[in-house]
């Protein structure tokens, strides 16, 4: 009975390993540290954006094609002969634009195609520098790989699997493909609101991590919405009224006095 | 101990330096700037991150963070982007990497030889003496338009523009056989064995077939003005695959990517020795090959051309020091 409530409780601990590496593996961000010893977080884009970002891309190409050949079209018609000429300039733009358009790019905006550059994602090295032009000639020639069987299934499962997003391009050259989001920063100062609130102390020590989302919902709260507001405040309420032994008040009010008080670790 | 509220002040003191990096380190700015201009942002990033480092440490809210975090990596990226392209060491990589390390790996490219030539010689002898052998390989018009296409001699060549428009079409198809040729080599190597395999055998169906049709001695004079190139590049760009399917599978206990990566610089210089050697046979197999040129002198230019990629693959780059 004892031998197997303990194969029980050893079982629960190996769920419990196991559900945390099941949240590291969700984890999206991946952590460089800089020169100056700083670590800081890059987004990794996934399937959907990069799927994005590579129609886009193709896109684009399409309708370079098109206008080459446009132009072509009308001198031929114009001088009242088919050129052979034009017939090769056309195809070495094919080739061109299958394996080097991205090599191109990839040099000349440090790792951002056209497509990547308006959805905000970059090519970089694992490392956190930008891809050497090596390692850009390996990941994109490994397309030819990806793309197999059809519009990359193999590219696009492998990518899946990942915990970086990779394709076989990126395993093979050790590059990933991150976010480079432009975010713009939030103008509102933090009003700080002192309510009566009794049986509150006066000074308060609260953890890094609900300081920073009482600070990120006082920011917010005004506007979401007064009743949204009071929503999202009453779901975490109870918590700091049992802590404190308060009953009652406005649940906004509340948080909003918690980080007038609070000092910080 | 700081309070709350000094968060916005921080947010308000610092947000015209972080702006002005945000606008500094924007698109090519950096690769263009002036010293004054690169000296500041190299200020403004050291400050900035130490701002997110503080910022992370006080506990500031996920936006703040977030937005810093977004505005050293992309300021990270200016700084540390690459330098551009560094032509001599291209040069380099061609002329004695690329060779050195096609000798040095001569297994794969002894086995990408036999997977590309034994179904080759095969479809070859059989082909040329069974049409119903040759028509399982390829439709029988594929067949019918080879045959034609060699049926005459090319004593009155071709005219330029349909020159050009060969050449363009053997970069694009050619090129892209022998890229396929090497990056299916991650599947395991079986992509390239396949590749191979495929592209020796249509190639012996097609000779044997228009040999059989009579006219073998034509498709042998156009073919071996560019053949000594084009298909020693197609089966080096094979064995740059196999030697990558090889190194995900004998791991020597480091790990598969690892063991792969231990050989990235070897494969990368064959793979784009052997593009160089196939953009070459493009313009070759455009202009020379189907020229008025006699046969013997096509004969003649073909071996020299031979035993210029026999010598260049066995002497060049020797006596230098190849980097592992």
């Known amino acids: ?265 | 101990m700081t309070t709350a509220g000094d968060e916005g002040r921080l947010t308000e003191e610092r947000e015209p330096a972080w702006k002005e990096l945000d606008q500094l380190t924007e698109g090519r700015r950096m690769r263009r700037g002036t010293a004054a201009e690169i000296s500041r942002a190299a200020t403004l990033y050291r400050q900035v991150c130490r701002d997110l480092s503080r910022a992370a440490q006080e506990g500031s809210p996920p936006d703040l963070i977030a937005y810093l975090d977004s505005l050293v990596s992309r300021a990270h990226s200016a700084f540390y982007g690459n330098p551009g392209v560094v032509w001599r060491k291209w040069a380099t990589l061609l002329f004695s990497t690329f060779p050195a390390e096609v000798r040095k790996n001569w297994p794969f490219l002894a086995l990408s030889i036999a997977l590309f030539g034994v179904p080759l010689v095969v479809t070859l002898i059989k082909s040329s003496h069974s049409l119903t052998f040759a028509a399982q390989m390829l439709p029988i018009d594929v067949l019918e338009d080879m045959a034609e296409a060699y049926a005459s001699e090319l004593s009155d060549g071709r005219n330029g523009d349909a020159n050009a428009a060969m050449a363009g079409f053997y970069v694009y198809n050619n090129v892209g056989i022998a890229f396929r040729c090497f990056a299916s080599g991650i599947l395991f190597g079986l992509g390239s064995v396949f590749f191979l395999v495929y592209n020796g055998a249509v190639s012996g169906a097609i000779v044997g077939h228009v040999t059989a049709s009579g006219s073998g001695a034509n498709i042998l004079t156009f073919v071996c003005g560019h053949a000594p190139l084009e298909l020693t590049a197609i089966l080096i760009a094979g064995a740059a695959g196999l030697q990558m399917g090889y190194a995900l599978l004998d791991v020597r206990g480091i790990g598969r990517l690892e063991s792969l990566w231990h050989e990235r610089a070897a494969i990368l210089a064959q793979v784009l020795g052997a593009a160089f050697m196939l953009l070459l046979a493009a313009g070759v197999e455009g202009f020379w090959s189907p020229s008025s040129a006699p046969r013997e002198l096509k004969w003649a230019m073909g071996g020299v051309l031979m035993l210029a990629v026999v010598g260049f693959l066995a002497f060049a780059g020797r006596g230098r020091r190849v980097a592992s």
């Open chain 1, 1 to 265: 009975m004892a031998a197997s409530r303990q194969t029980q409780r050893a079982g629960e601990v190996r769920q419990s390993g196991d559900l945390g590496s099941f949240t590291t593996k969700l984890d999206t961000t991946l952590s460089i540290e800089t020169p100056e010893r700083v670590i800081f977080n890059h987004q990794l884009a996934g399937p959907a954006l990069r799927t994005a970002a590579y129609l886009l891309d193709l896109l684009i190409r399409g309708a370079f094609v098109l206008v080459v050949v446009m132009a072509l079209s009308i001198t031929a018609v114009a001088t009242g002969r088919l050129h052979g000429l034009e017939a090769g300039i056309v195809l070495v733009l094919f080739f061109t634009l299958e394996w080097g358009y991205f090599v191109l790019f990839d040099l000349l905006l440090s790792g951002q195609s056209p497509g990547k550059r308006m959805l905000g994602l970059r090519v970089i090295h694992e490392s956190g520098r930008s891809l050497t032009p090596a390692e850009s000639v390996l990941r994109n020639l490994l397309r030819a790989a990806d793309i197999l069987p059809f519009f990359y299934a193999i590219g696009l499962s492998t990518m899946c699997v990942d915990r970086h997003f990779r394709r076989l391009g990126d395993l093979v050259a050790s590059t990933v493909v991150v976010r480079e989001p432009r975010l713009r920063l939030r103008k509102r100062r933090v009003e700080l609101v002192h309510h009566d609130v009794v049986g509150l102390p006066q000074r308060l020590m609260l953890s890094r991590e609900e300081l920073a989302a009482l600070s990120l919902f006082a920011r917010r709260s005004p506007e979401l919405g007064r009743s949204r507001a009071q929503e999202l405040a009453e779901i975490v309420a109870p918590r700091y009224r049992a802590r404190y032994g308060i009953s009652g008040g406005n649940a906004v009010d509340l948080l909003l006095t918690l980080l007038s008080r609070a000092s910080r670790p």
